[in-house]
């Protein structure tokens, strides 16, 4: 029997798209690094130019790839102590980032949560996008039949692959904006703004 990541591995290799469940809602995953499939991404689900994409990364060690210059200590230490799980840190994108999927040049970021979309993310290696699964302005989705229901044209074409399943739902991650000292919460998710800022005095006393 065919294990179901084997094959979203093989579509996401081929520059197309997986959607499968995260630790919150279902998930629209492409390898951000080919541009195929960051056109692929964005034929399935159109987005404003004000929204960027959220990211997920197969690995901590792969994060400083995407950050233009280093890492803030500040955004090291929000990491340290809530990833993997629902924060998405976001900081200036690297060069190398496809500019259609950041937001006014920064790139938000988390290290996935146990999920199978933390799973398939490391298998593959390289950070995927992670925007939701649903058309544009309706409500994320927690089952994969929704998905399957929303973008049937799509998957019969072969532009996208369902892993079927089950996400747990709940709140999304919480996106901070951090800079060397300073932060701000741009959306407040499943991570609560009251830990972020224990975080930051934390910080604040060691430096």
Not at 100 to 113: H, I, K, N, W
């Amino acid at each position: 029997m065919t294990n179901p990541l084997d094959s979203a591995l093989a579509q996401l290799a081929a520059g197309k798209v997986v959607a499968i469940a995260t630790e919150s809602y279902f998930g629209l995953l492409a390898d951000i690094a080919n541009p195929l499939a960051v056109e692929a991404l964005f034929a399935l689900k159109p987005r404003g130019a004000d929204k960027g994409v959220p990211i997920v990364l197969p690995a901590r060690t792969a994060w400083s790839a995407l950050v233009a210059g280093s890492i803030p200590t500040l955004a090291q230490a929000f990491a340290d102590v809530c990833w993997p799980g629902g924060l998405s840190i976001a900081l200036p994108a690297a060069a190398s980032v496809a500019s259609r999927v950041a937001l006014d040049g920064s790139l938000a970021v988390r290290l996935p949560g146990a999920s199978p979309a933390a799973e398939l993310a490391s298998r593959f290696g390289r950070p995927l996008s992670a925007t939701s699964a649903n058309l544009p302005g309706a409500p994320p989705t927690s089952h994969s039949a929704a998905v399957e229901q929303a973008f049937a044209g799509p998957i019969v074409r072969g532009e996208l692959l369902v892993v079927a399943g089950e996400s747990p739902g709940g709140a999304p991650s919480t996106v901070v904006r951090v800079s060397e000292a300073e932060y701000a919460v741009a959306r407040v998710g499943a991570v609560a703004p009251s830990l972020l800022e224990q975080i930051a005095k934390t910080q604040l006393q060691r430096a």
